[in-house]
Each structure stands twice: as C-alpha cells, then as structure tokens.
C-alpha cells in the first residue's frame, strides 16, 4: 500500500509541478500522459518509460530526481530492467528523497486534469489544463485549413487554470455596472459587443479586487484547450461536422438558432470547458498576424505585447461548423466591438 500511494503522489506532482515540457522531443503530452495513467495503475513498464523521458527531457522538463523516483517505483515493484536503468544512469547519485513527496499531496491535489475551482470574488468557475507540448495548427484531421494556420509548429505550454465557460453578462454588469450586449436574455447569457480595449479594462478591475491574477488566454493556450490538451481534434466536440449539437450557424442549435445561448448549455469538452467552437467568438491575448506561425520560437509561440489586430478564436453562432474549429484564426481590431465576440479568461492562482 505504502508504494501504491507513493506511485499516487508522484502522478499528481508530476502532472502539475513539472508538467511543463520542452520542444524538440519525440514524445508529446498525449503520449506522456497515457504514461503517467499507466503508471499510475501500477505498470512497470510506464514507469520505466517515464523515468527515461524524465532522464532524458522527452516530452517533459528534464529533472534526473523524478527519473530517479520513478525508476525506482518501478524496481520496488519487480521490474529487472529498471534495476539496470538505475545503474547504467547512476541514478542513485542525484539527490533528494522520493519520500519527500509526500508533501506535496495536499498541496497539488486540487490540480488534477479537469479539476474544477470557483473564484471566491468573481463567481467564475476555472477548470485546471495541465501543461505539455502540443503541434499548434492544422493537422490532418482539422478539415481545408488556410493559410494562417500553417506551419504547424511544436509549442509547449505551464499548466494553467482556464474559464470553464465565457464571461457571462451577469459577471460583467458585476464589475463595470452596465450590459452592452444585443442579446440581454439573462445574467447566464455571455457578454458581447465588448472591444479588446474594454475587456482589458474588466480584468484590470478584477485584478485590483481579487488575490489572483486574470488574464485572457494567449492564442496557444487557446487552442491546447480547445484540442483537449493538443489532441488532433477538429472541433472542440470532436470530429462531427453535420449538424452538430452546438451553437452555430449549421449547428443543431435549437432555439437558440441565430442568437447566443447560455454559457454552460449544450456539451463541454472532455477538459469541461464549454462553447470553445461556436456561440461567441474569444478574443485572446495575441496579437494577429497571418504570419505569426512562420515566426515562433523554438520552444513557445510567442506574441507581441503590444499592437493590433488582436486574435478572435471560436466562431460564433452565426457561423458555419468549418469556421468554428480549434484551429482556425482570425483578427478584429482592438476598438471594434461584435455580437458576435465575447470572452474567457486564465487565471494565475496565488495560494
């Protein structure tokens, strides 16, 4: 029992305090992901596995102590290769006890794929997305791409807390005491006709009452969620395209047919977020430029702080499904406002 609950302590502190991988590796954070599930349940092999990639910063942030911890879970629990995987690396040389591990428990718990946490000041509900690397843009299941969606690039993301649902009209009217949007059906309903200059505005207002930090995502963190931690979906609901259950223009949207709809109807992702493809489009922090992927770092896409236009992700309600997938871009300019653009936020907690 006492390795089985080890083996527990090192997953979640290996999902959330060094789950941020580099680029240039072979393994992606799907695939390191079924590792640390495997290993999780007990399979050796996974951990020998997980311990070379930690070893080696294969899909993962180089750290030899967790290779040292997972090496030896492994050893403990029969593996015979593990045992040669310890000397070959001289991995009882690296310092710090996986005991020590311990800990971290209650500390990481909370942060586990898809946990969930409501702001005690805003009312906003954040799903937790896990770090990792991902292959940004189109891919082969992503349909007729275009242009701005190539070339496709490896990024690699921090795990960070995601608004399960975009900002609603209630939240708004809460911190800037009014309600620009067209369609006012209720508090639940997202804001819209909202200018990247005004959204600003409203995080700097949360920031100055909340502990923590708000932000709109940046366009990579956009899409990794979107895509289910990078997996190469189309659409935030998967890969239907005719009449999906969804807000959009050839969506089977119901009643909600031509309008927004409530932030948390129809289906979350398999992280939980809702309406990352249709409903209203989210800006993101970015800066556009159709160009911008032929330009990325080696490790991070990066963006400029400053200039204009700003990136719109999502597609909206009046649009076609083909325009609502992950990986599809657009820009708007900073002061223009639509009933068709709301948004979501990130946010930094600070324990």
Known sequence: ???????????????IFWGNPFSGHALDSPQITDLIQSAHQG?????RKLGQAYYEGDGVLKDPAMAKCWIRQAHELGD??????????ELWKYAGDCDTLLQFRESFAQNRIGARWEDPVTG???????????????????????????PVHRVCLDGYWMGAHEVTQGQWEDFMASNPSRFQDGDRYPVEMVSFEQVREFIRELNQKSPHKFSLPTEAQWEY???????????????ETFMPPANCGSCDSGTFQGR????D?????DLGLYHMSGNVGEWCKNV????????????????????????????????????????????????????????????????
């Not at 015979?80 to 690396?89: F, G, M, S, T, V």
């Not at 927004?260 to 932030?263: F, I, L, M, N, R």
């Not at 649009?319 to 406002?337: F, I, L, Y």
């Open 265 to 269: 109807s129809f289906y979350a992702n």
């Open 124 to 150: 906003m509900m954040f799903v937790w997305i896990s770090g990792g690397c991902f292959s940004m843009g189109c891919h082969e299941n992503a349909g007729k791409c275009r242009e701005n969606e190539f």
């Open 225 to 239: 969620a979107c895509r289910n931690r990078g997996r190469r979906i189309s659409y935030a609901w998967g890969r």
């Open 260 to 263: 927004t709809a409530p932030v």
């Open 80 to 89: 015979k290769k593990a045992e040669k995987l310890w000397n070959d690396l």
């Open 43 to 47: 399979d050796t092999r996974a951990m």
């Open 1 to 15: 029992m006492g390795n089985l609950r080890l083996c527990q302590v090192i997953l979640v502190c290996t999902v």
């Open 288 to 351: 556009y430029d159709k160009n911008g992927y032929q330009d990325h770092g080696s490790d991070r896409y990066g963006f400029k702080e400053n200039g204009q236009p700003r990136v719109v992700r999502g597609g909206a309600y009046s649009d076609n499904v083909s325009a609502t997938g992950c990986t599809r871009r657009q820009g708007m300019m900073p002061a223009m406002k639509s009933e068709r653009v709301g948004f979501r936020l990130v946010v930094k907690k600070r324990f």
